[in-house]
């Protein structure tokens, strides 16, 4: 068995796989993660495993926003990006795409040609166009994410991608009368102005929609109408990266 | 002698013929070990939280015991904000002379802001002319130290960075410079090859992070140019000072620093490009000139407050080193 951790700013995805499939999965909070199962030593993290409550395993993989902050105690740590073309191509059997991964506070755009990462491009330091952006707008309109990223018709015109300031031109939104649909949609909107620039220069036919964020439907579909290529959101869109560790595991041990 | 503040490199011949001492305000901000609260200074004063960086340190090293008499500011060639950084100078008592570097690199309007600084100080061309055959002594052994960095492989990406950038100024003190550049060539001559896997290079105006050529050294690959360093270490030899100048690619249009980047990438064999931004700076736009007309890998970093890199920036650099492997 193979574990693939992947450290997110908002949350520690993890996975164990055999040779095949995912066997397992879990999503815990990042800090409670740390919190619960890590405790810092001179070498490094110790993560206690036997409390995560994850059984024999031959090989831990980890990659993620702490690569170079955190460094877990007998595990090997690779580059998030790599984590993520990999995972994208154990998920889809492609070569030639482009991986968006929206997460909590990051969002990142990969090239990849025949199953090499060979450009990406990341969001600058700005939590708009993120999950974190998403919550707090679905917070203000009083709905759940999922809701909110159901939308795509008629959507309003915001101009703040900030995920502070969007609040309230949001609200200036609600005031002005317009409904819960056009205000959502308002928000995937700018979620898909804010990646444009980036998607458009690593460009391919295909794009490989992971991260927590591509669990909505509109920001997809966006995508494909606006830009006129192909989206795939992958079987564990959340996991891409922690599964990315774990095939890398894998891949060491053959 | 009076200590006259620079806010990049400028003739730095004139200042020293006319019996002053140079001090890239930079240079000070930057190796100050508190380089962030000099910011905090500038902010504190009603500088707008979101301008560079840079712009503020330099306010706060003039205004905040930087023992500087008079501040030599450029208004055209290097950054936009300076003509605002001399007016809230002004405006607590600095003198300041402006000097603007000719957007077109024309010779009569390069060599006209050359003779007014030249008036401005009270020296004459002879004087600035021995103290130049002075300097491209300095300036020789310094591009020998360049070359041990990419040829021989003996000196890490952050000397390379130190010794080229503190050209601007020369640390106030040629001599002792020169000494102190004699004594890392000899020892650099005997050193070490480094043994990296990746070469880098190094464009866009000098990192405001300080760990940035450790991280990549210990990620396993080592900046062996570093463009704009170069630029004001000024290698060039011309026995003319206006030429020299006008060689100088930094202040002008960013098409010739493409040439000489194009050259350089060539000759040190380089396998990615490095093109650090300052935040809010204008140079950001540039990215797309440079990501169009360099036929290599960039990565693009940006930079706002001193000290170390963040994980995110590191996350990328790191990605970046992985991508070229």
Known sequence: ?254 | MARIGITTTVPVEIILAAGHIPVDLNNVFINDKQATRLVEVAEDAGYPRNICGWIKGLYSVVVDGGNIDMVLAVTQGDCSNTQALMETLELVGIETIPFAYPFDRDCDMLKLQMDKLIAALGTDWDSVMAVKRRLDLVRGKVAELDRLTWQENTVSGFHNHLYQVSCSDFNGDVDAFEADVDQFVLQARSATEYTEDLRLGFIGVPPIFNDLYDHFEKMGARVVFNEVQRQFAMPYQVDDLVQQYRLYTYPYGVFRRIEDIKVEIEKRNLDGIVHYVQSFCFRQIEDMIFREKLDIPILTIEGDKPGKLDARTKLRMDSFLEMLR
């Open chain 1, 1 to 254: 068995m193979f574990c693939g951790i992947d450290l997110g700013s908002r949350s520690v995805k993890l996975v164990i796989m055999d040779h095949n499939s995912v066997q397992r999965s879990e999503i815990f909070e990042t800090v409670q993660f740390y919190r619960k199962y890590g405790s810092p030593t001179p070498e490094g993290l110790v993560v206690d495993f036997k409390a995560v409550g994850i059984g024999e395993i031959s090989d831990v993989v980890a990659t993620g926003y702490g690569r170079n902050t955190i460094n877990i105690v007998g595990a090997t740590v690779i580059a998030e990006l790599k984590a993520h073309t990999v995972g994208a191509i154990w998920q889809t059997g492609l070569t030639n795409f482009t991986v968006l991964d929206l997460g909590g506070q990051d969002s990142k755009v990969i090239k990849v040609r025949n199953g090499k990462m060979v450009d990406f491009a990341t969001n600058d330091k700005c939590a708009a166009s993120t999950g974190r952006y998403l919550e707090n707008m679905a917070t203000v309109l009083g709905i759940s994410l999922e809701e909110l990223s159901s939308y795509q018709e008629n959507p309003v015109e915001l101009s703040a991608t900030c995920a502070i300031f969007g609040e309230s031109e949001l609200i200036g939104r609600i005031v002005e009368g317009y409904s819960v649909p056009e205000l959502s949609a308002g928000v995937n909107y700018t979620i898909f102005k804010r990646i444009k620039p980036m998607l458009t220069s690593l460009k391919s036919e295909t794009v490989i929609f992971t991260g927590g964020v591509a669990l909505g439907k509109a920001i997809g579909k966006i995508i494909e109408s606006e830009l006129g290529i192909q989206v795939i959101v992958p079987k564990y869109p959340q996991l891409n990266g922690a599964i990315g560790c774990a095939v890398h595991a894998l891949g060491k041990r053959r």
